[in-house]
């Protein structure tokens, strides 16, 4: 069932000041004002997914939040970013300027997560889609294979994340999510107006874990030193998340050269990496150090191998469903709401949206913080320096 959007703002207050009390989400977040409405998300089978909703203070835009509107999202907040602005009306006249060129004739507009979280935009006809392109790179994404696998799509292929969610997995989200909803719906909290972040609103959360990856686990005399790569292709995501571990070790490969070792062609006819190919990632971490990282996959990660390659100041690379990532930080609440899990969130160093090859610098978005109950993840690769 979808959640009302007269309930979104709300939930997107809630959900956003309880970071804010614990310091899970920093000062810049102060005083930014949630929108009453946001852009609508949808699945490719046509189910509304999430909505994004830019955070504002007057008029400037300074982040966004992805708020669930479908439960089988498993909790209501599923992604707030910081610095990555969302203006759905510039989105849609750079979306109506690629498709002209292409002597489209089309009703009506809307923003699909073709390969959730990654988005794009679907000109229909009548309800009929006819032509689906991706977000920024304005490049047609392809249709619907007729035969796959199950949540193993390539890295710039539609899927549908209702469909291909295990049914037993999609039960327990429904019982999370209508349980946190019960939260913020209780007598305690329906006085609140949370429509502005502010550490003035006191929500009952009051411990947290955090942790940020540095250049040495002395995290009093620096700050976080990790940096953003873009994909330099949309299929590049793998060589981008590698190429950002890799560069914390201070090793300086760039994404041409990396997608050689791994055999993901080149910027002009690039391909992504195959499903049952993992092993290039962790065969090129060790190869390209010397064997001084020993890189290892582990499939179907949990919470607890990402809290501790972080608190071991080590980052990871994260696998979900067509698409590659990079893991920096995390945060953990240590009490919280009763009947409730506490909130996990992932610090993802994100290559999507791409940039190419003549801007390498581009591209890319810090995802400060990815709920991990909302999302699938199938690998993660670790690297540890051997010591001497």
Not at 16 to 29: I, S, V
Not at 30 to 38: H, Q, R, S, T
Not at 260 to 283: I, K, S
């Amino acid at each position: 069932m979808p959640v009302p959007v007269e309930q979104i703002q709300r939930l997107a207050g809630f959900e956003l000041n309880a970071l804010r009390t614990t310091n899970a989400l920093g000062k810049e977040f102060d005083n930014l004002k949630i929108p009453a409405a946001g852009t609508p998300i949808y699945d490719i089978n046509g189910t509304l997914l999430f909505y994004r909703m830019p955070l504002s203070r007057g008029a400037a835009v300074s982040g966004y939040a992805d708020l669930a509107a479908n439960e089988a999202l498993g909790e209501p907040l599923v992604a707030v970013s910081m610095g990555a602005k969302w203006d759905e009306k510039a989105v849609l006249r750079e979306a109506v300027a690629a498709a002209r060129k292409r002597s489209l004739n089309y009703d009506s507009i809307r923003f699909v997560a073709y390969s959730f979280p990654k988005i794009a935009l679907q000109f229909q006809l009548k309800d009929r889609e006819v032509l689906m392109l991706e977000w920024q790179t304005w490049q047609e994404v392809p249709p619907q294979a007729p035969r796959r696998q199950p949540l193993a799509p390539s890295n710039f292929e539609r899927w549908s994340f209702i469909d291909e969610m295990p049914a037993e997995i999609r039960q327990a989200r429904l019982q999370g999510f209508r349980k946190r909803l019960e939260i913020w719906q209780s007598p305690e909290v329906s006085r609140l107006n949370p429509v502005v972040i502010s550490r003035n609103i006191r929500i009952p959360i009051v411990l947290v874990d955090t942790r940020e990856i540095h250049y040495s686990p002395r995290t009093a005399d620096h700050h976080p030193c990790y940096e953003l790569r873009g994909q330099q292709t949309n299929v590049w995501c793998v060589a981008a998340s590698v190429e950002m571990l890799m560069n914390f070790y201070r090793y300086r490969y760039d994404q041409p050269r990396l997608a050689q070792e791994m055999q993901l062609g080149t910027c002009d006819a690039p391909n992504g990496l195959p499903y049952g190919e993992e092993h290039r990632v962790v065969d090129t971490i060790e190869k390209l150090s010397s064997n001084t990282l020993d890189a290892t996959a582990i499939a179907n990660p949990g919470w607890a191998t990402f809290e501790s390659e972080i608190r071991a100041n080590r980052p990871l690379i994260s696998f979900i469903p067509g698409h590659s990532r990079t893991v920096a930080g995390y945060t953990h609440n240590l009490i919280h709401l009763a009947s409730q899990p506490p909130f996990m969130g992932l610090l993802v160093y994100d290559p999507w949206p791409p940039t190419d090859c003549a801007h390498p610098n581009a591209g890319g978005v810090i995802t400060r913080w990815e709920n991990f109950a909302t999302q699938t993840y199938r690998y993660a690769f670790t690297a540890v320096l051997k010591q001497v």
